[in-house]
């Protein structure tokens, strides 16, 4: 399984902005789908956004449309989130995935997971 470490949650006004990364320890990270989901307290976790090896495709949940971006840096081992227009419904638990397939929209499909990092929007 591949290695998976979150950066960049933090506090944000509603309205704000902020940017996720997770670094993953292979250097073939391309062979990956890649997602990021959430989980808020007593709530199941959600797959927030995908994106397949090549950064083709990619699958967002109606929630976030328009105001998250995913995209990926393969020569760097590094996926992004970007979160704009942020509201306190986001705040949740942000993790990041891989699946080592070439498309995945289920989180059961994903088997490596991060530890998580903390996204807390105030109204």
């Known amino acids: 399984q591949v290695q998976l470490v979150e950066s960049g949650g933090g506090l944000v006004q509603a309205g704000g902005s902020l940017r996720l990364s997770c670094v993953a320890s292979t250097r073939t990270l391309r062979i990956y789908t890649m997602g990021w989901a959430r989980q808020a307290p007593g709530k199941e976790r959600e797959l927030v956004a995908t994106?397949?090896?090549?950064?083709?495709?990619?699958y967002y949940t109606d929630s976030v449309k328009g105001r998250f971006t995913i995209s990926r840096d393969n020569g760097k081992s590094t996926i992004y989130l970007q979160m704009n227009g942020l509201k306190p419904d986001d705040t949740a638990v942000y993790y990041c995935a891989a699946a080592r397939m070439s498309w995945a929209r289920s989180p059961t499909d994903f088997s490596s997971w991060g530890q998580g990092t903390q996204v807390t929007v105030s109204s």
């Open positions: 994106i397949s090896g090549g950064g083709a495709a990619t």
